[in-house]
């Protein structure tokens, strides 16, 4: 089991670019044994996934969020980011990393089809976007 940990700015100005890190400990995230996704929680909603990193550097979106969101790496730092540009108050969340062990491209559909059986997650961090 891998150990995750999310940094980012706590608070972001509408219109400007979000930016979130979560750094990777106890596994390589260039290796095939993990997908790296990235999940939001917005104040009264569910968990929304955002979009995953596979080991080999391949990068794959939620459709909704596919036009704002990106997803890259660091592989000297163990570490994978996503950047979500012209952000506004809805953008507004706690963002998990989180280590999916079978390598979905959509996790969205592995829940809803019942393929999903575990996640290693993140503790979280809380981003606002407020002027």
């Known amino acids: 089991q891998v150990q995750l940990q999310e940094s980012g700015p706590g608070l972001v100005k509408p219109s400007q670019t979000l930016s979130v890190t979560c750094t990777v400990s106890?596994?390589?995230?260039?290796?095939?044994?993990?997908?790296w996704n990235w999940i939001r929680q917005s104040p009264g909603k569910g968990l929304e996934w955002m979009g995953v990193?596979?080991?080999?550097?391949?990068?794959y979106y939620s459709a909704s969020l596919k036009s704002r969101a990106s997803i890259s790496r660091d592989t000297s730092k163990n570490q994978f980011s996503l950047q979500v540009t012209s952000v506004t108050p809805e953008d507004t969340a706690v963002y998990y990393c989180?280590?999916?062990?079978?390598?979905?491209?959509?996790?969205?559909?592995?829940?809803?089809?019942?393929?999903?059986?575990?996640?290693?997650w993140g503790q979280g961090t809380q981003v606002t976007v407020s002027s």
């Open positions: 989180a280590a999916d062990p079978q390598s979905h491209i959509d996790l969205a559909l592995a829940v809803r089809i019942g393929t999903l059986k575990r996640l290693d």
């Open positions: 990193i596979a080991y080999d550097g391949s990068t």
């Open positions: 106890g596994g390589s995230i260039t290796t095939s044994d993990y997908a």
